[in-house]
């Protein structure tokens, strides 16, 4: 079997829990196999899904001394790609090949207004979020039988994902006051532009020993090395469609960092009657 395994990490957005007034979906899927010959199998899928939600809410709160109009509007266009391809190979009776790839591009908009009305007095903030992202992995494993107690696989993975969660907040009133450096204006735009990506590498050995039909021993030594990076720029956007960057005032992130992890196990299996024990 695989010993490393990578699952799609956006397939959350195909499912959606919240009530809308307009919905159109579009979804499509190709799953594929073939036995090339008796040594190679090829086998893969495709998803596809593109959805647009539109929202809208009123409501009328009434308190002791005012009487509150809230209204809220939305608009979201979710676009999800996805293309998986495996390839098993045998070339002995003892020993295996896998080659595992898969692709995603995920593209996210949204648009949500809100509007609050108080004796004649108005606020509207509108939230504007544009997403993109991609991430693309591949794995190769090799196993192979030595005798009828020993065997050994190595694995490798090299994974890589991008992202731009971009966000800007529209207002006819200050907000933040004291928290943020923002310049008066008749209205306020605020933007936060954020890049981040990541990268990582896996490899894997494993030494699976049968003592007995009832005693097995695995020995496993791997690495894990990640390189990350994170960097934000907050801004307000002027009338004059001039950007005033809020990194003067310690604003905004630019982070890099390593990691590298290594693993060393050794698990021990076993059974006493019915009862099947592993510890390590």
Do not use: C
């Not at 647009?52 to 009487?67: A, H, P, Q, V, W």
């Not at 049968?210 to 030594?221: A, D, E, M, Q």
């Not at 290594?262 to 019915?274: E, M, R, S, Y």
């Amino acid at each position: 079997g695989s010993v490393l395994s990578r699952s799609p990490t956006k397939l959350n957005q195909l499912v959606g829990s919240k009530d809308y007034i307009k919905a159109n979906q579009q979804f499509a899927a190709l799953n594929v196999g073939q036995s090339v010959n008796s040594r190679l199998d090829i086998s893969g899928y495709a998803i596809y899904s593109n959805s647009k939600y539109d929202s809208e809410e009123t409501s009328l709160r009434t308190y002791s001394l005012f009487t509150e109009e809230l209204q809220s509007r939305g608009k979201m266009n979710d676009m999800l790609g996805l293309i998986s391809l495996n390839f098993e190979l045998t070339p002995k009776v003892d020993e295996q090949f896998y080659f595992k790839l898969l692709v995603e591009k995920s593209k996210n908009n949204s648009r949500n207004s809100y509007f609050s009305a108080i004796n004649k007095a108005t606020r509207s903030i509108q939230e504007v979020q544009h997403s993109n992202g991609v991430s693309f992995s591949q794995n190769i494993e090799w196993h192979k039988k030595l005798s009828h107690k020993h065997t050994v696989s190595l694995a490798a993975e090299f994974a890589i994902e991008n992202g731009t969660p971009n966000k800007s907040w529209e207002t006819n009133q200050s907000l933040l006051q004291g928290l943020i450096p923002i310049k008066e204006s008749d209205f306020y735009r605020i933007n936060q532009q954020k890049e981040i990506e990541e990268k990582s590498t896996k490899v894997l050995g494993r030494h699976y020993w049968v003592l007995n039909s009832s005693n097995h021993i695995y020995t496993t030594l791997g690495s894990k090395f990640t390189a990350g990076h994170l960097s934000t720029e907050d801004g307000q956007e002027m009338d004059d469609g001039s950007f005033q960057s809020f990194s003067s005032t310690n604003f905004g992130v630019d982070l890099a960092r390593d990691m590298n992890d290594l693993l060393l196990g050794v698990h021990n299996k076993f059974k006493i009657g019915l009862f099947e024990i592993k510890n390590g």
